[in-house]
């Protein structure tokens, strides 16, 4: 792999397990998330509808300040869409070459390249 291909895997990677930790927590909170199984536009009502339940909760009962400062910074600005299964579709590979070229210019972080 490219140095650039690196880069965006690394930066790819870590947006998933952030997504990964928001669905564990929103599952350690509303128990539906362990066995939902509903059709994708439905699932995308119930969790954002969780997102905002759960924001909500956390600003009227925060459990530390941390919290509280989390609350006052955070924007819920991104929709949920269907990802569906990890196969290649047409013009993927399109796409994902448009995220590297932002990922290593516009898009470059000060520390992405000390974890390559």
Same mark, same amino acid.
């Given at each position: 792999?490219?140095? !650039? /291909?690196?880069? &965006?895997?690394?930066? *790819?990677?870590?947006?998933?397990? %952030? %997504?990964?930790? %928001?669905?564990?927590?929103?599952?350690?909170?509303?128990?539906?998330?362990?066995?939902?199984?509903?059709? +994708?536009? $439905? !699932?995308?009502?119930?969790?954002?509808?969780?997102?905002? *339940?759960?924001? &909500?909760?956390?600003? $009227?009962? +925060?459990?530390?300040? /941390?919290?509280?400062?989390? =609350? =006052?910074? &955070?924007?819920? $600005? &991104?929709?949920?869409?269907? /990802?569906?299964?990890?196969?290649?579709?047409?013009?993927? +590979?399109?796409?994902? !070459? !448009?995220?590297?070229?932002?990922?290593?210019?516009?898009?470059?972080?000060?520390? /992405?390249?000390?974890? %390559?």
């Amino acid at each position: 792999m490219t140095e !650039e /291909q690196r880069v &965006f895997n690394y930066i *790819l990677n870590r947006g998933r397990r %952030v %997504v990964e930790n %928001v669905f564990g927590i929103l599952a350690n909170r509303f128990r539906i998330f362990l066995t939902i199984h509903l059709s +994708p536009e $439905k !699932e995308q009502i119930i969790t954002l509808a969780s997102c905002a *339940l759960h924001n &909500f909760l956390r600003t $009227k009962m +925060p459990t530390s300040l /941390q919290d509280e400062e989390i =609350n =006052n910074n &955070f924007t819920f $600005k &991104f929709g949920l869409c269907h /990802q569906g299964s990890n196969r290649t579709k047409d013009g993927s +590979p399109a796409v994902r !070459e !448009e995220f590297k070229d932002y990922f290593m210019n516009e898009g470059a972080v000060p520390w /992405q390249y000390n974890r %390559v």
